[in-house]
């Protein structure tokens, strides 16, 4: 059966082949993004309550509901507990935490009168694990995994069901939206994304058949599924590995 969907940050990386994996589906998607850019259907700047009110309408008067919003859009940051801004803090909770607070507020009130519907929040495999030097985005991250749970137990009684997604570094164009003076976390995360085998249109995949399948918790690629499962299952390994790592941007840069 087709799916009205609504994907934020379509314009590339994820958000356009989340896009692209749901209309060769089947489904009729509207994509948005903060800038018109091709492939956009409505502009939407998460960060705006204003843009919000207006896909709501733009919802109802297209398709009269919605099946499944995806709160997609996002931005990187990050940078050592001394090093991170309370400005960069700032920055980095508005778009990752209240952007899509603000997406899920305004359109819960639709998917309760229809008692239906699907919420997809894209956070990271940094809500789940922590590496150091990530603070701020980890801390966003989190909320986001805590904010979806919280969702999914809320609304369960409206027929609503909330899923989170948690994917590795994949290769995307994420990385133009980092800000942090922290340069040295910037460039180990660069790294490791375009190190990275993974593609978007790989985690789009895996994330409609999260969402087929039910999944609360969207896990997408094996890089993510392991350092998961390591967490839990062997902490010292874990916080060995993660210690590591920190002591890798202390060689980067002091």
């Given at each position: ?51 919000w ?18 709160n ?61 030097g ?56 660069a790294?490791?994304?375009e190190?990275?085998?993974?593609t ?13 399948a039910?999944?609360?918790v ?24 993660m ?5 890798k ?6």
């Open positions: 059966m087709s799916r009205r969907v609504l994907v934020t940050g379509a314009a590339s990386g994820l958000g356009a082949a989340l896009v692209a994996a749901f209309r060769a589906r089947g489904d009729e998607v509207l994509a948005t993004d903060r800038v018109a850019a091709e492939g956009i259907d409505l502009v939407l700047d998460i960060t705006s309550d204003a843009d009110a207006a896909a709501v309408e733009a919802v109802r008067e297209r398709w009269g509901g919605l099946d499944v919003l995806v997609n859009a996002g931005v990187a940051g990050g940078g050592r507990v001394d090093r991170c801004t309370l400005e960069e803090w700032q920055w980095i909770t508005d778009v990752n935490l209240f952007g899509l607070v603000r997406g899920t507020r305004a359109f819960v009130p639709v998917l309760k009168e229809q008692r239906s519907g699907h919420l997809v929040n894209v956070a990271s495999l940094a809500g789940l694990v922590h590496p150091g990530m603070g701020s985005y980890n801390a966003t991250k989190a909320a986001v995994v805590a904010f979806t749970e919280t969702c999914g137990h809320e609304l369960a009684s409206y027929g609503i069901r909330a899923s989170v997604v948690c994917p590795s570094y994949f290769r995307t164009n994420l990385m133009d939206s980092m800000r942090g003076s922290d340069e040295a976390v910037g460039r180990l995360v790294g490791l994304v190190r990275s085998e993974v978007a249109d790989d985690v789009a995949a895996a994330v409609l058949a999260g969402i087929d039910g999944e609360d969207i896990v997408p690629d094996e890089a993510a599924r392991q350092a998961y499962f390591l967490k839990w299952a062997d902490r010292p390994a874990y916080d060995a590995i210690r590591e790592q920190a002591a941007l202390r060689a980067a840069g002091s």
